[in-house]
């Protein structure tokens, strides 16, 4: 809301041209020359002052909801012409001989000056019909409420800084329909090029759309208001404007309590703005954004029989809902199942509202706003670990497994690349592996189910990645004899997409990695799954193929080197051959490669002396 303060600027750069515009009058009542040209500049002089009055009296009641970006820029290039004026007017005042034939005045001068004020009757007239959404202004307003498209001259090498004005002028003082459409003509328009998302935020278009965003009487306003904000939010610099105005706490509230149409909109704002700025993230997750997005997730994911699909002996994700389920036999069972997921509910009479139209929502709309939560969760959990951490308290990893397992397509992969990045702060938080992934625990065990039936069951590359990458986040989580987590990897070692095979090298590396606590036994495991075979044939990929694949090799090589599948498959020969090209290309290996080729020599072929000081 504006000050008092900024209201009385907006009154003082009003009062200048009209100030000046009397100065002029002064002027002309005493010029001696050129009185007829004079008296056509008086002419249009009175209709700016006029025009400016109008404007005063409309700031002064209109206060607050004044869209002052346009009044300053055109009050600005008034007084200039106005001050153009005054000087030329005074230079026609009753004088001597002597100053009248110093001081040479031309009929040119006038023709340019009355250009000049006609240019600024007609930004003054553009100006109020702007503003006249009551026709009670004078000086050629609209006088209806409507967006007006016609061109001011100060715009008239910018056409789309005059729409702009106009548009967030009708955001600021327009009746809903009028915001409505404004919202939407601004939409297309950011979504045009970066330069009319540069002055659209630059002009002060943000913070009306917020405003109309928080509309919670009409989803169709606050539809309009998410597109407009998704197409500015782009870059770092506009999400942080819009974090500015605290935009970040209306978006969770509309997300928790708006229709399924309007969410879809605010998921995917909510997704955009966490792409692009890491510090919005945890704007996001101090207003607890995630436990509605896990809420909104989890939407009917749990409705189908728990007992359809046994699976052999193993505990599935259907007898963990299942044992949910009775849990919570008692209570209403979506409401109350839904909040034990995410520990969010909605208590208002609106939110039971818009539970009952999600309720009748169609399958396709559904669809949709679990794909763009899911996105939403990706973006926030990728480089945080506070919000990844804040998904598994919500217990959204169990949510997530079952989409994998029940859904295809973006939602699958979107739900999948959430996991990529819970796992992925999984692997360098401790804490974080020991709460949210102990081998017992029902949620990880879902989805670690359903990541190893990804790998092993779907052709795509597109899913498998994210699942590997899942997997060799997670490899200190699994003790020696979860060898079927380690088979599939091995397995996709041979597969020809190279990416899937590269993934595949760098998961298994995490198994057999130093680091790793059981890495001899991970990589005495990996060798009995016939995995070094495969992995001399990556040696004859590209140079990223070949230098994980090599990575591995040594693994296997210092951690498993008295295997004879080593010896059998002549790994010797090959680290020896790619010790000597190692140097110049990954110099920062040379040590391991000569380490592995001592420990091969010291169980197959006796030590050489001169690698004496590899031995450990």
Known sequence: MATGEEENRIEEVLSFPILLSERIREAIDEAGTFEADCAEVGKQVDRISLMLRSLVRFATTTGSSLYDRPVRRIVADVSKNLDRALTLVRKCKRRSIFHRVVTIVTQADFRKILALLDASVGDLKWLLSVFDYDGSTTGGGAGGGGIVLSLPPIASNDPILSWVWSFISSLHLGQLADRIEAANELAPLAQDNDRNKKIIAEEGGIPPLLKLLKESSSPDAQIAAATALFNLANNQERVRLIADELGVPVIVQVLGDSQ??????????????????????????????????????SFDTFEDDPVARPQSGKQSIHSIVQFNKEKEKNSNHRRHFSSSLSMYSDTSSRGGQHRKERENESLEVKHNLKTSCAQALWMLARGSLSNSRRITETKGLLCLAKIIEKERGELQYNCLMAIMEITAAAESNADLRRAAFRTNAPAAKAVVDQLLRVIKELDSSFLQIPAIKSIGSLARTFPARETQVIGPLVKQLSNKNQDVATEAAISLGNFACPDNFLCTEHSRTIIEFNGVPPLMRLLRGGERTQLHGLILLCYLAIHAGNSEALEKARVLSALEGADRTVATQHPELKEMVMKAIYHLNLYHAGVNPHRQSYAS
């Open 260 to 297: 399924m149409r309007v969410q879809i909109m605010v998921a995917n704002l909510v997704a955009r703005m966490a792409e692009h700025d890491s510090l919005v993230k945890e704007d996001f997750a101090r207003e607890n954004a995630i436990r509605p997005l896990v809420t909104l997730l």
